[in-house]
């Protein structure tokens, strides 16, 4: 996702669908093409294309993009996605939004080579007053051998950039901001798990003050 317009009452950002189109295509043509050269090598493996073709079938399905504004001057955050399967057009006041929160999973690989490669896909969450929540994916993930002692360069533009969008988001709307890597816990989390664990150690001191009776 990228940031079209910016201004201090206005944010418009943006997340194509052109890449998931382009590479489904090529998943449908590809495995047309290899269903076609097994079948003329009287080959069994013919599935295998038909499996490409049946992914990149659903990738064009699922695959939309998605229009993000942030309007001061209405006081709303309008969230519009379009797909082959439809349009929907979704928009919800300033004032009903407690946060926002950009949630970082972060997964490593080694490829072929043995060299690390790490895969980073960042959500953005609209955390409500009510307790609804509002996420958008803003990367499909990423991947690259570009490297400087070992670390991921390529990593550190792409936070920024995806920071860049929650922040500005929170300064338009006036609502905290949060970054947080999935497997972290927060404030809210830590108190609930002290609070089950106290709970635990009550109910246990009652069964032993309180045996069962034979």
Known sequence: MKIIQDSPTYLECKKSALFGY???????????????????????????????????????????SITLIADGNIKQVKIATKSLLGASDNAYAFHDIKEIVIEEDRQYERDSDGNRKDKTSFVLIFNFHNGYQEAINLT??????????????????????????GQRLSEVI?????????????????VNSVGQVIKQVKQANQDNQNPPQA
Not at 142 to 164: D, E, H, T
Not at 174 to 190: A, E, Q, S
């Open 22 to 64: 382009i590479f489904s295509i090529i998943l449908m043509v590809g495995g047309v093409i290899g269903v076609i050269v097994m079948f003329m090598k009287s080959s069994s493996q013919w599935w295998i294309g038909l499996i490409a073709l049946a992914i990149g079938i659903l990738i064009l399905f699922l695959t939309k």
């Open 140 to 165: 499909s993930g990423s991947s690259s051998s570009i490297s400087v002692g070992g670390v991921n360069m390529s990593r550190f533009s792409q936070n920024n950039a995806v920071m860049n969008i």
């Open 174 to 190: 006036v609502v905290p901001f949060n970054h947080k890597r999935r497997g972290d816990m927060d404030l809210g989390d830590v």
